[in-house]
Structure formats: structure tokens, C-alpha cells
């Protein structure tokens, strides 16, 4: 059995496998792919994987796009512990198809919210030096837009 929480969120990331809090449930895409191991782990560690994947209530504005940069904005700080960039990159890399075309920022949010708690789960952190320098660049290059060429 796996020994944490952050060991099963990792597990399920590189295997394909998504946990969607939803309390008091755990919604699980796809569920095919769960083994009986991997449902008993979920039912014994049901309250801390909703803890740490639930999105902490927090002084967000309340439009959707405000969120969403809200979002993004946090995410650019993150840093992660050594070994978790692959599972990460498989986080990450789900939002691809919400890059292609337009943005819809009703889809976003939630794949942002989902994407953000898993990280989280994978031991990401915001680094308050990364955060600073953001905020620097930012504040410098308040009209630079980054476009696709």
C-alpha cells in the first residue's frame, strides 16, 4: 500500500489518473483504470486527499478571468520538490487542449483550480524569491504580452 497521500497523487499522475475533489466525494477520471489497491487507498485517505486537493477559499475577485490571472499568477511562483517534475509535467500538460483556439474562460478556471491543487499535492510551493522576482518583472514590463508566433 502506499505510505501518503502525496505518494497516491503522485502515483495516480504518472498513471493518467485524475482526482477531482467534489466533497464529500472524490471523483476519479478515469475510473477504469483504479485498481482494488489504489480504490482502498482512496477510502482510507478520502479526507486528506480532499484537503489537499480542495481550493482554500481565499481573497480571489469574484469574475472568472480575475481568478483565472489570480490563478496563473500563484502558479508562475511555484517550485517543486526534486523528482516531482515528470508527474507534474503530466498535470501541466492536460491543459494543452484548453490552449488551442480560443480561451474559454468557463473551461479554464476549474482546469486551473484542479491543475493548481494537484501541484499542490506534488509538494509545489509558492518561493517567495521566485514571487518577488515575478512581481518585479511585472511591474516593469507592465505591457509586454507574450503571442505565439
Request: glycine share 4%; proline share 9%.
Amino acid at each position: 500500500m502506499m505510505s501518503d497521500v502525496h505518494s497516491v497523487l503522485a502515483d495516480f499522475a504518472r498513471r493518467g489518473i485524475r482526482l477531482i475533489p467534489s466533497p464529500p466525494n472524490v471523483i476519479v477520471e478515469p475510473a477504469s483504470l483504479l485498481t482494488d489497491e489504489d480504490r482502498q487507498a482512496i477510502r482510507q485517505r478520502k479526507a486528506e486527499l480532499l484537503a489537499v486537493l480542495t481550493p482554500q477559499p481565499d481573497s480571489t475577485p469574484a469574475d472568472p478571468a480575475s481568478q483565472a490571472l489570480a490563478i496563473t499568477r500563484r502558479l508562475k511562483t511555484y517550485v517543486l520538490p526534486t523528482g516531482r517534475i515528470p508527474a507534474a509535467k503530466v498535470i501541466v500538460e492536460r491543459l494543452r487542449p484548453l490552449l488551442d483556439g480560443q480561451l474559454d474562460i468557463a473551461e479554464a478556471l476549474p482546469a486551473l483550480r484542479v491543475v493548481e491543487a494537484e501541484l499542490k499535492a506534488q509538494g509545489a510551493q509558492p518561493d517567495p524569491e521566485l514571487a518577488a522576482a515575478v512581481e518585479l518583472v511585472n511591474g516593469t514590463f507592465q505591457t509586454a504580452r507574450l503571442v505565439k508566433v
